[in-house]
Nanobody, 122 residues
Framework: QVRLVESGGDLVQAGGSLRLSCVASGRTFNSYAMAWFRQAPGKDRELVAAISWSGGATVYGDSVKGRFTVSRDKAINTLYLQMSSLKPDDTAVYYC???????????????WGQGTQVTVSS
């Protein structure tokens, strides 16, 4: 089964930048897409960004458009989230997720990492 391990979460001041990484491993990795979700205290989990693994097409949540960039390195099965112009509202636990092989709309994400904490101070 696919295992996902996030890293890179940290405490950062508003306006700063941070890069999150997610390494996928396991018996077979053939997900159609990978994505970043986040959940802040008192809020529902929301999609941050997603990318199709083969073609690289991307989707972003409205709150992060223009500030975050999702990318992947297929050679090492690694997903990235480059976060810039960080705001206190970006404070959340960020989760990496991998979808099923099928291109479903909306995608199904059965594989999840443990999460990494991002805290943005005022």
């Amino acid at each position: 089964q696919v295992r996902l391990v996030e890293s890179g979460g940290d405490l950062v001041q508003a306006g700063g930048s941070l890069r999150l990484s997610c390494v996928a491993s396991g018996r077979t990795f053939n997900s159609y897409a990978m994505a970043w979700f986040r959940q802040a205290p008192g809020k529902d989990r929301e999609l941050v960004a997603a990318i199709s693994w083969s073609g690289g097409a991307t989707v972003y949540g409205d709150s992060v458009k223009g500030r975050f960039t999702v990318s992947r390195d297929k050679a090492i099965n690694t997903l990235y989230l480059q976060m810039s112009s960080l705001k206190p509202d970006d404070t959340a636990v960020y989760y990496c997720a991998a979808s099923e092989p099928e291109d479903r709309r909306p995608p199904r994400y059965p594989y999840w990492g443990q999460g990494t904490q991002v805290t943005v101070s005022s």
